[in-house]
C-alpha cells in the first residue's frame, strides 16, 4: 500500500506518518512537487491550524494535480482542515477558495452556548454504506479539534453531535474526508485509516 | 455527545517517570513509554507528559523519551516542560507530540503563545498555569496568584485575567493546576477551575488534587471542568482510567466508555 502524504506546512505531519506507516503503508510526503501526486495509489491531506494555509496549495500549483488525481479515480482523505479543503470554502478564510468537490461552505460553530473549539473525543452517528467507517459501530469515540464544521448534506458519511449537527465525515466516490483524527482516536480511529488503504478505489 | 477526558500525566525527569508529593519524597515510577502505553490501553483519553528534568543534557533525553513515547501512541499526546522558544516546540512536535504544554516561558515572554499557534495551530498550544489562592486578594479565587518554577516564583499575575489573555494570544486550552490541591488527594479545587472556565471560551484541564472518583464528578459538575488530569491515582495499579470512567458513568458523567 502506498499513500502520498501532501504537507502544505499546514501544522505537523508526524502522528498522521506514523499512523500509515503503523498499518503498514509505504509513506511518500510531498509539499511542492507534482510527480508523486500524477503517480499516487492513495492521498491523504492532513492539517491542523487555519483554512488559509491551504492556499500554499494553490501556490505550489499542486491544486490542479489533485483534482486531476481525483478525476482519475485516485482515492482521497481529507482529514480536518483537509476535509474542509474539499469544500467550497470556509468562513475562517473566505478570500481562499477550497476545491469545491463538496459545493457547501464550512462554518465556524455558533458561540455562547458551549465552548469553540470543539475539543476532546465525541461519537458518530454513521450512515448506512460508508466504506470509511465500515465496521464502527454505535457509540464509539474519536478526537476532534477544530472551531470550523461541514454542513450535513447527501454526502454527509457520519453526523456529530456539538452545539449542533455537522459532518463528522463525508464521502462521494473516491473523495473521502473526516472532520476528526483518526491518527489520534485510538483503535476506532486505526480502523477507519485502515479501511481507506484497503479501499480499492473506482479507478 | 462530547465527553469528559480523563488524561493520565506522567512528570519525568531523565528519562524516567517520577512521582513525589509536593515534590518531596520522589520514586520512580517506570519507563514513560511504557507507562503512557499502558494508561492509553487502561482507557487515558489523552497523555501528557510534563519534563521535571532541569539540566540540558536532559533536553536531548527528552526529545528520545518523547520520541519512543510517540510511536505507539494513537491518542493525543501533550508535551511540556522547558519548552521556552516556538523552536523548541517545533522539536517536541517533530518528535510525535501534538500539543505542547508551555508555561514560565509564556509569562516570561506571552508572544510565545502567538508564535507557536501561528505555526502550529491552536489546537497545538495549551498554556499550564499553576495558581495559589490569595487570601488578602478581594477575590481570593478569581485573583489567585500565578506562580511559576515548580511554586517557587511569584509572577504578579492573576489567574483569571492571565488565562484569558493566553486565549487571546491564541492558546487551545487552559491546564489549571491549585497548587493548594496539588499532590494532596484531597479534591480539586472546583471554584478555581470555574472561575477560570467561566472566564475563557477555550478547555480548561483541572489538576491537582485527584484522589478518589468523588473528586472527578465534582470538578465536571462544580467545577465547569472540561478534562482532568491525574497521576498519583493511576500509578502503581491503585485505579486505571476506565474504571475511573466506568464509576463516573454510573454517577451520569459522560464518559468514553467502552474504551
Redesign the interface.
Known sequence: MRVTVIDYK???L??VL??LR?LGAEVEVTDSDFAPIESAERIVLPG???FAATERLDATGLTPAIRAAIARGVPFLGICVGMQWLYAGSSEAPEQPGLGHFAEFCTRFP?GQ??????????LEVRPNSRLLAGVEPGE?V?F??SYKAPVTADTAAIT??IEPFASAVERGNVMGVQF?P?????T??KILGNFLAWKGTA | ?????IIACLDVRDGRVVKGVQFVGIIDAGDPAVQAARH?REGA?EIVLLDITATHEGRQTLLDTVRRT???L????CVGGGIRSADDAAQV????A?KVSVNSAALADPMLIDAIGRS?????VVVAIDARRDPDAADPVRDAQVFVQGGRKLTGRRVVEWAREAEDRGA??ILLTSMNSDGMRTGFDCELTAAVSEAV???VIASGGAGTVTHFVDVFGRGKA??ALAASIFHFGVSSARSLKEELAKTGVSV?LP?
Request: glycine share 14%.
Open positions: 499546514a501544522g505537523n508526524t502522528s506514523k499512523a503503523h491542523v491550524g487555519h458561540e458551549e465552548k469553540v473549539p470543539h475539543v476532546g473525543w465525541n461519537s469515540y478526537y479539534t477544530h453531535q456539538y483524527h491518527e489520534k482516536s485510538g483503535a480511529g486505526l | 455527545m462530547i465527553t469528559k477526558r492509553a483519553d510517540a510511536r505507539e494513537f491518542v493525543p499526546f512536535f517533530e518528535a510525535g501534538d502550529f495551530g491552536a489546537q497545538a487551545g486550552e471560551g477555550i478547555p472540561d478534562a468514553r474504551c
